[in-house]
């Protein structure tokens, strides 16, 4: 076992070295294959972030934001599951560590540390400047620093924007720690619409009418939201601009305007109106406001989730009886169905690849997460505890948020979309529903 | 107060901002800045939607359950106007023409609330003579305009839940028009599972609340 370890740490040493003997051939430089199964993961030390400033050393604000950055580190490389972290309690003394460099990487790799987190922080005039290393210790290397100057009050934000560049130079694939979620809470009295970090931190609440406001989407380049609110009455639907805080009324038919969904391309949505028979899918184009209706049939039509092409939408009808989940094709426009089984099948949730539907399925009174082939093929159950429902991806397809429900309060969670790494998310705001993951912001410029 | 309030204002808008995550050249976009209020329009608003179907919604609630009492009932008049086609569909002349009104439904304006299997919006049987009362005081009451309200209880998912509300709405809406009352009085309104009758997790609280209710409005 420990020969082992040994003989893979000395296998990533070999592939560390020869990438940094040969860059030429080295690019792009994956350090981890996130493809590989089980990858082993990186032993890693995060020294404690120290003052590096001229002044203000003393200020008590200094302590806080220290520990925060190590907090923020080690939350976010532990939630990408590609390094497994180190007590500090082990680490060798740092008194004579500087916060640029490594004086022995011998101690650290004594410690067990394969990779080393490291850097310092300064603050003047509300700005906070973080400086941030990672250094290999195998190959005794500095492999990303940066230095961002952001606001002092979010020192976590900072942090958040690092990790994702650490993880794109190590695994080639950008971090999804600057994303954010959006749910529904009724903390207020009524419910609202709440955004926050990807790690719950950070809540702050975006509607605030006093009515019933549900179903909150993100439009695909995550600058505005669309919901639906009962505020003029009735369940129209509403955008939200979060830039400028702009709300306007974008589809106020009678009946209900609800279920609505971006297309990849944020050219159109669809979404759910009433019809003279039932309540159809419809396809708004938001350029002419023009509706083209996709469904018409006496069963309800509604939940419909996009291709990440917009060549189809998967979506729920209970034409057969009970609700299932269908897919329109837009080529043929004849639903087909995909599930079979399940009393009560909902909510489905297209992987960003396309390559997977997750979806909420009942059977004995409570929901599940799922997930199937995108032809219904080899669905797989993800959850088995508590009432789950609303599943939504992130980004990298590498997580699935959900609701849970038990006792009658709601929570959020997220897996790994094999049903594994279950961790309750705490946005210190309760009774969270709804949850639909952020896309990617736009990158900081290097 | 007032100056809370901006600051409030403030830091929601604020805090809008740092969420759109518009993050160019670094971190300094970040930057909590002051600005205007966050609005949302009242009125007025130019949005792809609107035209002939926009609904125009007055600014105030409409009053719950209201009480009727300056019409007066003229006992086997079964409407007129437009509405007054209760004659031509034969098929439908279950509105019993001697019956009497209830009591509470003459005097009080009361509509008769209408229950629903689980998962299903077809109208059931026993509420059918429920119905033909709701239709026969409608048709003594001309100058009232209703919202069928449809609800559903807290099983199933939350966007179905709300489609089904509306399909609940729709039928009762459909029936009573069969009955002779004319669409153009009744508005149809889905709450889903939003506003449950009765509070609780057994079949006795959601059989009362998959229902479509009446609202009277002025």
Redesign the interface.
Known sequence: MIFGKHLLTAALALVLAIAHCLPALAEPKIYIDLSAPAARKIPLAIQGFGYIGKDGANEPVVKEIAKEIVDALRSDLLFSNLFGIIDEKAHPSTLQEPHDTVADFEKWRQAGADGLIKGGFSVEGGRLTIEIRYFDCLSEKQVTGRR????V??AR??VH?FSDMLHEELTGERGIF?T?IMFVSPKSGN?EVY?ADYDGKNA???T??GS?N??PQWAPD??SVIY?S??????FLYRL???T????????????N??ARFSPDGTKIAL?L?GPK??ELNL???????YTRLTDNYA????PAWSADGSALAF?S?SAG??NIFMLNFSDNKPKRLTYTGA?N??PAWSPDSGRIAF?R?DN?R?NIWVMDPDGSDAAQLTFEGNN??PSWSPDGRHLIFSSESR?QSSLYIMRPDGTGLTRLSTGIGNE??PVW?PL?????R | MRTSQTIFMTILLAGAIAVAGCAPKNLKTEEISAGTEQTEKKTGETTPSQGENTIVVPDERPAQEQTVTSTELTPGATGSGPSASADARPDYASVPKEEQLSAVAAEKGQLFTVYFDYDNYSIRDNDAENLAKNARWLGLNQSVKVTIEGHADERGDEEYNLALGDKRAQSVKRYLNDLGISPARLDVLSYGEEKPAAIGHDEDAWSKNRRAEFVILK
Request: proline share 7%; aromatic share 8%; charged share 20%.
């Open positions: 961002f100057t952001g606001s009050a979010n934000r900072v924007y600057t954010r419910k955004i702050i609440q975006i605030r009418n019933t549900l179903f995550g600058k639906v009962y505020k003029k009455r009735f369940p601009d979060l830039a805080g702009k709300d306007t009324v974008i589809s106020s038919r009678p009946g209900v609800i279920g759910t009433s039932s309540p708004l184009d938001l350029k002419t406001g023009g309800i039509d509604i939940s729920v209970d009970n609700p009560f909902a909510s909420a009942q009174g929901f429902k609303n009658g529903t709804a952020s912001p736009l990158p900081l410029q």
